[in-house]
């Protein structure tokens, strides 16, 4: 994310080459009780920003009697390049939107405590499958360091030791229950079928005099096993005041108000919980039990076989252990392993693993590396070993008196490593910054974000292959440690980790300084050959790193996925265009799209949990909760098409109905409105309301009234209104999408 302060910067002409469609925003979905009418045809935009000076010539109208004909195109010309792309018309009425349809089967989730109905609250996960954590921080095989800048004497770019978190389906506490009920089933199924009863009535009448109280307090006492971790990292105290020294604003007040808010904060999700078995396998050899208990398909006509049946040997059960797809997330400026929770948790509910890393190169708010403790120093090779006199006496800097503090008479276990300022250019993440980016800086910070992702890998290599206790052994997130939970990994069976994970056609996914991240990842194809895919939410396209050698061109499928705020950023559109429009020529399929109303920190957790200053600072259009969803749903969607079927086919059932949102489909025109652009000052970071009293209060009228028909729900059926609705299917600009035969070959190539 960039840093949200922005000092006035001088206003910028706009070009009048630089424009996009001059039309409105399209038109609300009609609602579900009108018959839906044919609607004509119109021209798409282009999905360039930048858009030849000349008047615009008339193009060819598609005409066709069939609804689902995807013919139309859209011509840009750019100097002497000329390129034909084609864009979204996503039509009023999605062909399956979600809010219409029955929800598939969800997981109950942790239940709301006391202290999240007070303070601010994460939602609960919607997906069909309960979500567990662990947090995991190893030394990496080759301690290094990366550039020669440093800070106080200290090389500042430095690779010790890596962390990250891990969000992946579990087993919760709520499915005791369900455990006892099929027990119970399979009893009756037996005595029906042998005809034998007896003893049947003795169980009952046992269980009805304490039996089944004691079963009940033996659930009670294993769901006290499982507790949820806290949104703010360790020590959640000092994590405030990195956030404040980030945001360049007053620490206490700012710390003492993100503490009070967030400091009980908890994720939805259970950590060290049992790795879940999936759903049962579908195929001839199901039976009727299997299918009548797998909630993520229609069982109505299943025929059910009564009788005893063999229980299923060691081999059979390991057999039907589902396996899960992976997906490496990268955050951005003042990120964390929990600031994109939401995004990361949700994906997991839906059957993925998902591996959101702590970078430790001065890009987040505040981290602590620990140290190997008795073992020779994690600093690594080619680093300052000086005392702090003569570094003081050879360099002329004076070091700080906190940094002489020893613990115990001893060198601590730990460093701190906070936001990393570039010097002479803090402001590099501002559009109208003069001096523009320190690429030196940026360059070297994803080269170290790279190696980590590498030695994430590895240890998820490590625990694939059986060595999960040798991993738990060498973690140094645990008890007595700087930052640490208690439980460390304690209640994990790691065995239920081995081979249970898809370490081929991974799916690298970033938002901002870690969309540059994921893009720099695709390109090194020789060092992530396990990386088949990448998808890149509100990337920072000015610090990606350019590279026009022929190695390290764009050869995999992408799905850019962007805030409205950013794509009023029209340097960083043409990086991120240029990039889709990159894999596009090597003829893989790529996504450019917008999610409208929404701004940059839309995709994290900040958004969720302080909507009302999203919409006053930020002033934020979408419902925070429905941005996420269209996050999530782009996601699977572009995962269904890329990821080989036989990762996604146990579990692709359960995603949420489709609503072809990466999809071209006949309907309203896909034309891309000015309507809340800001002034040059502001681009970026908010958007600008027209008669934004006005809109406000007509908008809480029309919520507190009756919500329409065309506003989106989520799982619940509840209704995501935000400041503006557009209704479901025009809440996306497709700017760049591939033609609808490219992408069933991307299964087979990955394959």
């Known amino acids: ?162 962390l990250f978190a891990v969000y992946y389906p579990c087993e919760g506490p709520e499915e005791k229950p369900k455990e006892n009920a099929i027990m119970t089933r399979d009893r009756i199924r037996q005595c029906r079928g042998s005809g034998n009863w007896e003893g049947w009535d003795d169980e009952r009448r046992e269980k009805g005099n304490g039996g089944e109280k004691e079963e009940k307090g033996k659930g009670k006492k294993n769901d006290e096993k499982l507790t949820r971790p806290p949104w703010l990292p360790r020590p959640r105290l000092s994590t405030c005041k990195g956030y404040a020294n980030f945001a360049n604003m007053p620490n206490a007040p700012v710390a003492t108000y993100f503490a009070l808010t967030s400091m009980f904060t908890k994720l939805p999700a259970w950590r060290n919980a049992k790795l879940s078995d999936g759903p049962p396998l579908a195929g001839p050899e199901e039976t009727g039990e299997e299918a009548l208990n797998r909630g993520f398909s229609d069982t109505s006509e299943v025929t059910l076989v009564w009788g005893p049946r063999p229980a299923p040997d060691a081999e059979e059960l390991r057999r039907r252990r589902a396996q899960y797809p992976v997906i490496m997330f990268s955050h951005g400026l003042g990120g964390s392993r929990t600031a994109h929770s939401s995004i990361c948790g949700e994906l997991a509910s839906y059957g993925f693993v998902v591996v959101a890393m702590e970078h430790r190169d001065g890009s987040g708010a505040r981290t602590f590396v620990n140290k190997e403790g008795s073992s020779p120093d994690l600093c690594g090779q080619n680093l300052d070993r000086r005392s702090n006199a003569q570094r003081e006496k050879e360099d002329g800097s004076k070091i700080p008196t906190k940094r002489r503090r020893k613990k115990n008479g001893k060198q601590k276990p730990y460093y701190m490593v906070d936001y990393l300022f570039p010097l002479d250019n803090a402001q590099d993440t501002r559009p109208n910054n003069p001096a523009g980016v320190d690429t030196e800086l940026r360059s070297a910070q994803i080269d170290l974000r790279c190696a980590e992702i590498q030695e994430a890998y590895y240890v998820l290599g490590m625990i694939n292959n059986g060595q999960g206790e040798e991993v738990a052994r060498r973690n140094l997130r645990k008890k007595g440690n700087k930052g640490s939970s208690s439980k460390g990994l304690i209640g994990i069976d790691w065995e239920d980790w081995t081979g249970r994970l898809y370490l081929n056609n991974v799916t690298m996914m970033g938002h901002s300084f870690g969309g540059a991240t994921a893009a720099q990842v695709l390109r090194l194809r020789e060092d992530f050959t396990w990386v088949s895919q990448g998808i890149l939410l509100d990337v920072w396209g000015p610090a990606m790193p350019e590279d026009t050698s022929e190695e390290h061109r764009l050869r995999k499928p992408i799905l850019a996925l962007g805030s409205e705020a950013f794509m009023h950023w029209k340097d960083n559109f043409k990086h991120v265009e240029k990039l889709c429009l990159e894999a596009r ?41 429905r941005a996420i969803q269209l996050h999530v749903e782009s996601a699977l969607e572009f995962c269904r098409m890329t990821l080989p079927e036989q990762q996604h086919a146990r579990f692709s059932k359960a995603w949420p109905f489709e609503e072809g949102l990466l999809a071209t489909t006949a309907g309203a025109a896909n034309e891309v409105s000015l309507d809340f652009r800001p002034d040059d000052k502001w681009v970026a970071a908010r958007l600008k309301i027209p008669h934004e009293f006005k809109l406000r209060v007509r908008s809480w009228a029309k919520r507190k009234i009756r919500p329409g028909p065309d506003i989106p729900r989520d799982r619940r059926g509840k209704p995501l209104a935000g400041l503006v609705n557009w209704g479901a299917g025009n809440e996306i600009w497709v700017h760049i999408s591939p033609d609808k035969e490219e992408v069933p070959n991307v299964s087979e190539e990955a394959e």
């Open 1 to 162: 994310m960039l840093s949200p302060t922005q000092p006035p910067a001088p206003p910028l002409a706009q070009s009048s080459s630089s424009r996009y469609s001059s039309s409105a925003s399209s038109r609300p979905s009609s609602p579900r009780n009108e018959p839906s009418r044919p609607s004509s045809p119109r021209i798409s935009s282009s999905s360039s920003y930048s858009q030849p000076s000349q008047p615009p010539q008339p193009q060819a109208q598609s005409h066709s009697s069939t609804p689902g004909n995807n013919a139309r195109t859209a011509t840009t010309t750019d100097n002497a390049r000329t390129s034909t792309i084609r864009t979204s018309t996503a039509t009023g009425t999605p062909s399956h939107p979600s809010h219409q349809q029955a929800p598939p089967h969800r997981a109950a989730g942790p239940p709301k405590t006391l202290r999240e109905m007070i303070f601010h609250a994460l939602p609960p996960y919607t997906g069909p499958l309960n979500v567990g954590f662990m947090e995991l921080e190893l030394p990496v095989r080759d301690p290094r360091t990366f550039s020669h800048i440093k800070r106080n004497g200290e090389y500042a770019l430095k690779l010790d030791t890596v």
């Open 585 to 625: 020529d090597a003829g893989v399929p790529s996504w450019m799209t917008t999610i409208r109303g929404s701004v940059h920190l839309a995709a994290s957790d900040f958004a969720v949990l302080y909507p009302n200053w999203m919409s006053l600072l930020l002033k934020s259009l979408v419902n925070p909760k």
